[in-house]
Structure formats: C-alpha cells, structure tokens
C-alpha cells in the first residue's frame, strides 16, 4: 500500500489550467505505475491518464488528449497532471493512484488511492 495525497484542485474558468499533483508516501515509489482518475457527481469513476514506473510511458484517455499531461519526478516521489484548456464537463473529484506494476486503465487494478481533489470548471 502507498499513501497518496493529492493537492492543486480549486475552481478555474473555462480554459483555464490547473496542475495537480500527488505526493506519496513509499520510497519504492519508482515500482509503482501511476494513474489519474476522475469522479463526476452522479457517474462512475472513469479513467484520465497513467505513467509507466520510469515514466518513459503515457497513456490518455480520448477526451484528454492534446489537452491533459501526466509526468513524475520518482526522485520527489510525485505524479502531477497538468490541465489546460479545461471544460466545464472536465468538473470532477480528481483521483490518484498507485499499482504495483504495469499501468492500465481499469479501476479496479489499482489498490491504493489518495483521498481526491476537487476541480470545478465554471462556463
């Protein structure tokens, strides 16, 4: 398990840019692939972004690519997303977090989570 923390959310006027990150707490932090998810009122969890353990890696969602960016810095132990050109429809409790192993996109692969952060995008 890793201990994650997430912090950067706020509110931001469409076309804004927001940058999240999310410190954790492991010094094994490097074996671990990171994900971003997100959780709208109402829906599911969905998937945003992940990064291989080294990095070298990236996979986005359709909707956020071109517009969101996952990067880590495995040396402060931190995952960050950085949002530009964010929608209204990009409002959501932003989550991170950690697999013990390859990335992927599924929910459920990943066994530790931060507490989320809140992006609200007004029009």
């Known amino acids: 398990q890793v201990q994650l923390v997430e912090s950067g959310g706020g509110l931001v006027q469409a076309g804004g840019s927001l940058r999240l990150s999310c410190a954790a707490s492991?010094?094994?932090?490097?074996?671990?692939?990171m994900a971003w998810f997100r959780q709208a009122p109402g829906k599911e969890r969905e998937f945003v972004a992940t990064?291989?353990?080294?990095?070298?890696?990236?996979y986005y969602a359709d909707s956020m690519k071109g517009r969101f960016t996952i990067s880590r810095d495995n040396a402060k132990r931190t995952v960050y997303l950085q949002m530009n050109s964010l929608k209204p429809e990009d409002t959501a409790v932003y989550y991170c977090?950690?697999?013990?192993?390859?990335?992927?996109?599924?929910?459920?692969?990943?066994?530790?989570w931060g507490q989320g952060t809140q992006v609200t995008v007004s029009s």
């Open positions: 990064i291989t353990r080294s990095g070298n890696s990236t």
């Open positions: 977090a950690a697999r013990y192993g390859p990335p992927t996109t599924v929910v459920t692969d990943f066994g530790s």
């Open positions: 492991r010094r094994t932090f490097s074996n671990y692939a």
